[in-house]
């Protein structure tokens, strides 16, 4: 069958619709078998039985529905049934196997792509007004398992979810799954009773792989030019809970509360990063470092020498005991006014910690975090200090040297005593300047 319907009166346009397949049974009992429609960007297939009590008599008092349907090629197969005297109320036992909800909303019903390599998820508007009535609408009771669910940035395999649905509020049972090879298990609430929605979600996420996920959000979990860092790791989020309320995703954002303790560990590799670092500090800064690496490190823009190159053996020794190996990770970020500050969060690493101060604006989207790296040798202050500052796409990085002692055999980095990179020329005093102390690193890559 095709045919072209016309929608909302004569003034309205024409709208294409294309149906194939069987119909059989009466106005109140339909059995479709390959039933296909195509509208409105739409593509809909079922096989199954349809019940409309009441049809032949008039408008039917309820719909059930058991079968298989499938929306632009995602495909669910359960029961639904529906009340349509008074409040409509719906209860739903469904199951897919492959199931991608960007695929059903997107206009047009087309997937909205990744993000490219190196970049986030378009922003949606921060004004952009959140319609609540919906949730009013209607009463339901769904529940839904999908051996792999989509919607992006996430990917959630054997997702399980259980909602009731009562005059506006939505509680969340439960929304268990393994997202980025991790476990997350969620329950809360979404409050839709008033015009400014509310929110209230509690649980766990553990074991989320930070490589998987970083690639997924990013595009990569791969950062630098000619030097390279890898990021891997593993991290724990428990007693999760972020709460926001706000009648546009701008207030909302403004309105974040809650937040998290983090455990776990952060695997920075790198195979030149080190050996490139200490052949820069022999003062071939410009042509030897790498330029993204330099960004990262405020390094570009100095002038080559004696004093850049003993920042960057500094940083040499510092690196070295934090790549190619698991460094644990523990604290707590909070989140408040829609700003996230930390509590005692740090990374561990061989011989040095890093401890991380940060306030982060959701709303805002800018950053003003500081870590402090202090070595084993001289914990009475920071060995290097780095920052970044301003927008969180693009911030203001900077490191400086602390006030910290050089570990024993390597000359102090806060006078002009170092040149690095195995270099014999004398030093300040006319004493011979120690050598780099920074050695070579196996390749990593493929880890």
């Keep these: 069958i095709s045919r072209v319907a016309k929608l909302g009166g004569a003034s309205a346009p024409a709208m294409p619709v294309s149906a194939s397949g069987g119909i059989a049974g009466n106005v109140e009992h339909l059995t479709f078998k390959d039933l296909t429609v195509n509208a409105m960007g739409y593509a809909l297939r079922a096989t199954g039985q349809l019940g ?3 049809a032949a008599k008039g408008a039917p008092s309820a719909a059930n529905y058991k079968g298989s349907l499938s929306i632009n090629g995602q495909v669910l197969d359960g029961s639904v049934e529906a009340r349509l005297t008074g409040k409509p109320n719906i209860v739903a036992d469904l199951k897919a196997n492959a199931f991608d909800v960007d695929k059903i909303t997107s206009a047009g019903g087309g997937a909205v792509p990744a993000p490219a390599r190196g970049q986030g998820a378009a922003r949606a508007p921060a004004n952009q007004p959140i319609d609540t009535s919906p949730l009013r609408s209607v009463d339901a009771s769904i529940k839904f398992t999908a051996a792999s669910f989509a919607m992006a940035p996430m990917r959630i395999a054997n997702a399980d979810l259980s909602v009731v649905l009562k005059d506006g509020l939505l509680t969340l049972n439960h929304f268990k799954g393994a997202l980025w090879s991790g476990n997350l298990n969620l329950s809360g609430t979404v409050d839709g009773r008033h015009p400014a929605l509310a929110f209230d979600l509690k649980g766990d996420a553990n074991g989320i792989l930070l490589g998987e996920m970083l690639r997924s959000t990013s ?23 972020i709460k926001g309320q706000g009648a546009t995703s701008g207030d909302i954002k403004s309105s974040l509360s809650g937040g998290a303790n983090l455990g776990g560990h952060v695997y920075a590799g790198a195979d030149k990063a080190l050996t490139m670092i200490g052949s820069a500090a022999t003062g071939a800064v410009g042509g030897v470092i790498d330029n993204t690496l330099g960004n990262v490190l405020g390094a570009v823009g100095q002038k080559g020498g004696v004093g850049v190159g003993n920042l960057l053996n500094a940083i040499s020794l510092v690196l070295n005991r934090f790549v190619n190996h698991n460094s644990p990770l523990s604290g707590r970020l909070d989140v408040a006014g829609g700003v996230i500050t930390d509590k005692g969060l740090a990374v561990q690493g061989k011989g040095a910690t890093a401890n991380i101060s940060t306030r982060t604006s959701l709303a805002a989207s800018t950053t003003d975090t500081t870590i402090n790296f202090v070595i084993s040798e001289d914990t009475s202050a920071p060995y290097l200090i780095t920052t970044a500052r301003g927008a969180m796409t693009s911030p203001s990085l900077n490191v400086v040297r602390g006030s910290a002692k050089d570990p024993p055999g390597m000359a102090s980095t806060l006078t002009n005593g170092i040149t690095g990179g195995g270099s014999t020329a004398p030093a300040q005093g006319g004493q011979p300047a120690q050598r780099s102390i920074i050695p070579g690193l196996p390749n990593i890559f493929g880890r």
């Design 52 to 54: 409309l009590p009441g």
């Design 219 to 241: 595009g990569t979990n791969q950062f630098g030019g000619g030097v390279k860092v890898t990021i891997d790791g593993k991290i724990d989020a428990t007693n999760l809970s």
